[in-house]
């Protein structure tokens, strides 16, 4: 397959991303024309005499604005963040969810519903955020502080040993959630289910601006080691020998993906696939350089999140399809599709 420029994509991707932001606010239960949409921003910057209807303005300010830009930035922070643990892994199959997070939030979260957090979703909340999604925060953070110790030792720290220890804390924080949801009574159980679906509907702007400010950190710090993680795909001692310190990436990168992907759950509960499928798609498109891969990832992230949360607004109008199930649906097959063109390539 012939790779594109990557500088194109790029900027085929970034010249993409306006016009399906427009289509994005403008589907749900409640259609806006474009011509109220443009009488919206035109009041937002002030100008007077818009004539848009009041509850379409409180639709856009109040819930589609924020719902659209957190979806995009949770896009960003999963697509990223697979981006950086396929080249820390050096395995395209690989997602943050190896090393436990996603496990260890699910299960944060059912603790905080079943020890009456869900009870404060409303009257409990701390900068934007419900208990529970502090505590799913919370949790997927520890998980990935417990994967990151059992695979350090004296000599460094293992990919290999931590793919594993990722695998034993994802079964227990999995054991526990089953734990949670088998004491939780009906009202807990569909809470736990709803969260572990993943969906956008809880969108507001003080989560917008905490899921902008860790996307502000991520894309700021993760491309710094762009160049090391091209040098890991060589090996983790080639890369010694090109003068990169590989035990502070590697910490550099658990760390920032644990902060990233545990606020991205704690904002809009588990969305699984994106972290897999779109660091794939854009490395078959332009090749495996991080310095183009990572910007390009981040583009398509929040690209497919935006266009799957529309979707899944209309899909069973005037009821929600959570995203995290779309996503789910999408992206099975691709992965199914990615094992078998592995094996094709194996056999020859």
């Excluded at 993409?16 to 589907?27: E, G, N, Y």
């Excluded at 910057?45 to 924020?66: C, D, H, T, Y």
Aim: charged share 10%; hydrophobic share 55%.
């Amino acid at each position: 397959m012939r790779l594109l420029p990557p500088t194109r994509l790029i900027f085929i991707l970034g010249l993409s991303l306006l016009p399906l932001l427009v289509i994005a606010l403008m589907m749900g239960p409640v259609v806006i024309s474009p011509g109220d949409l443009f009488r919206a921003a035109g009041a937002a910057l002030g100008f007077s005499g818009s004539g848009m209807n009041a509850q379409e303005g409180l639709i856009l300010s109040a819930i589609r604005v924020p719902r659209v830009i957190l979806a995009g930035m949770v896009g960003v922070c999963l697509a990223v963040c697979g981006t950086a643990m396929q080249g820390l892994f050096r395995n395209p199959l690989a997602d943050p969810s190896l090393i436990g997070v996603s496990s260890g939030a699910s299960a944060g979260a059912s603790l905080m519903i079943v020890l009456g957090g869900g009870a404060l979703l409303q009257s409990g909340q701390f900068a934007g955020l419900s208990m529970v999604a502090l505590g799913a925060f919370s949790g997927g953070f520890l998980a990935v502080i417990l994967v990151y110790r059992l695979a350090t030792s004296t000599t460094g720290t293992s990919v290999v040993t931590m793919l594993l220890a990722g695998i034993a804390i994802s079964a227990l924080a999995g054991a526990l959630n089953s734990l949670f949801s088998y004491i939780a009574d009906d009202e807990m159980l569909r809470r736990i289910s709803l969260w572990q679906m993943g969906s956008l509907d809880a969108a507001n702007w003080p989560r917008v601006w905490i899921a902008t400010g860790v996307v502000t950190v991520l894309m700021i710090l993760l491309p710094r080691d762009s160049a090391a993680l091209n040098a890991f795909l060589l090996g983790e001692s080639e890369a010694r020998h090109l003068g990169i310190a590989v035990e502070l990436v590697k910490r550099r990168l658990i760390l920032l993906t644990a902060l990233a992907v545990g606020t991205s759950v704690a904002v809009a509960g588990t969305i699984s696939f994106i972290g897999l499928i779109v660091p794939h798609i854009i490395r078959m498109l332009i090749g495996p350089d991080h310095r183009y891969l990572i910007p390009g990832s981040a583009l398509a992230g929040a690209i497919l999140l935006i266009v799957a949360d529309a979707i899944a607004r209309v899909v069973v109008a005037p009821a929600e399809l959570p995203v995290g199930i779309l996503t789910a649906l999408l992206g099975t097959p691709f992965f199914f599709s990615l094992l078998v063109q592995k094996r094709k390539f194996e056999e020859h």
